[in-house]
């Protein structure tokens, strides 16, 4: 089994909230391209869940729907090399310095995989577990928490990759960092993902 390094994309990999800039993104393009009714279909489902009508997974589901077909390819890596410019340089050394030793790397993230695929490969990274497009209501899921987890085991799994790192920022990520391995290693963390993984008993180390 090879060594594996998993990294989280937002607030780890780069500093910024990825979904929050493609939402922007698409609701310029829209206006651009006077699509009025996608337009007031994303407020509705935002205001929503501002109310708390809603999930966040509600929410993203509703948004993955409406901007579907939205963006070319040649769009979406331009999307995608804009987010990369917010990269967090000691997070891309600690990757290079694993890639060196042999390790193989995934970035998994709740992030939609229509730009996640693209940063994927801007940063050279071997695999790839984020939350897929919606085709229909069926058996869809937000790739979060323990859901994450249980992707990323699976992926990692059927390329007989194990987890022996992991980097991420947020306590969401709980169901990962519980699982025994080499290092789990914080970036930024707040005081409350701190004080949820003392709480656990769960061992790390912390970069900025």
Not at 181 to 199: A, D, H, Q, V
């Amino acid at each position: 089994m090879q060594k594996g390094l998993v990294v989280d994309l937002d607030g780890t990999l780069l500093s910024t909230n990825t979904f929050t800039q493609f939402i922007i993104q698409s609701t310029i393009a829209m206006i651009y391209t006077f699509k009025w009714e996608k337009v007031w279909l994303l407020i509705q489902v935002i205001i929503k869940r501002k109310l708390r009508q809603v999930t966040h997974e509600q929410m993203k589901f509703k948004i993955l729907q409406i901007t579907n077909d939205l963006f070319s390819e040649q769009e979406i890596l331009q999307f995608a090399q804009k987010l990369s410019k917010k990269k967090n340089n000691n997070v891309i050394k600690v990757i290079t310095d694993y890639k060196k030793q042999g390790y193989i790397t995934c970035l998994s993230t709740a992030a939609p995989f229509i730009y996640a695929k693209k940063i994927q490969e801007i940063f050279n990274i071997d695999l790839i577990c984020a939350t897929p497009s919606p085709i229909n209501n069926l058996s869809w899921k937000e790739n979060v928490k323990e859901e994450k987890c249980n992707n990323t085991i699976k992926l990692l799994n059927s390329n007989n990759i194990g987890l022996n790192i992991f980097i991420t920022d947020h306590y969401d990520d709980i169901p990962l960092l519980e699982i025994s391995k080499e290092k789990n290693i914080l970036i930024s963390p707040s005081k409350k993902t701190l004080n949820k993984l003392n709480t656990k008993s769960i061992k790390y180390s912390v970069l900025q």
